[in-house]
């Protein structure tokens, strides 16, 4: 997994600084991408230690947001678990996300994404199409949902179903969020 280039913002989580990391190799391919030089698999090499060096350089942030990865769910999922190893060593706190152009949370469970995807803070689903916009527009077919991971942390009503995973066993892991678009809209 490799990433082209990184940036802190304020505006792709609301509510948060964050540490966006783009990463190449994106296999969706919208017709109006407005970053096709990440369509190639390009760039530095997204491993443990460079993770952590743009952690610690970026420390500050109280969000990481890893931008793409739908070519690789295994490797993406690796790259989650170096976050965590990373608040565990560190004993520092940052939410993550990660920015999926799959059309929803189950499509990303249907290309090989599992249980992970609950652990994150936020996941945003959904490709870029012009006519309905970006997630700042009321029109936007994508999606911004905080996922609801030990506790419980809204209204229980509000809380979606957003895809099953199943395991090799049979069992059924039930992924759910909370829909959080609306925030881009205030
Ligand atoms: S998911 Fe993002 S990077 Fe990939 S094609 Fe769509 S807009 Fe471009």
Known sequence: MKYYNYQVTFSEIPDEVTLCINLSNCPIHCPDCHSKFLWEDVG???????LYRLLD?????????????DADYDGLAKIV???CDWTTERGKWMNIAV??????????????????????????????IKELGGLDKETTNQRLY??????LEGDPDQLLKLAEYKYKDGQ???????????????
């Not at 530095?44 to 460079?50: A, C, G, I, S, V």
């Not at 059309?103 to 689903?125: E, R």
């Not at 039930?174 to 809209?185: A, P, R, V």
């Open 99 to 128: 920015y999926s152009g799959r059309k929803d949370v189950q499509d990303m469970i249907d290309h090989g994404a599992s249980y992970w995807v609950q652990m994150l803070t936020y996941l945003k689903v959904g490709p870029y």
């Open 81 to 83: 678990g170096y976050y």
């Open 44 to 50: 530095t090499e997204l491993t443990k230690q460079e």
């Open 172 to 186: 059924i892991w039930s992924i759910q969020g909370f829909d959080y678009t609306y925030k881009f809209w205030r």
């Open 146 to 151: 905080r996922m609801s991971r030990m506790k």
């Open 57 to 69: 350089a970026n420390s500050a942030c109280t969000c990481l947001c890893l931008m793409g990865g």
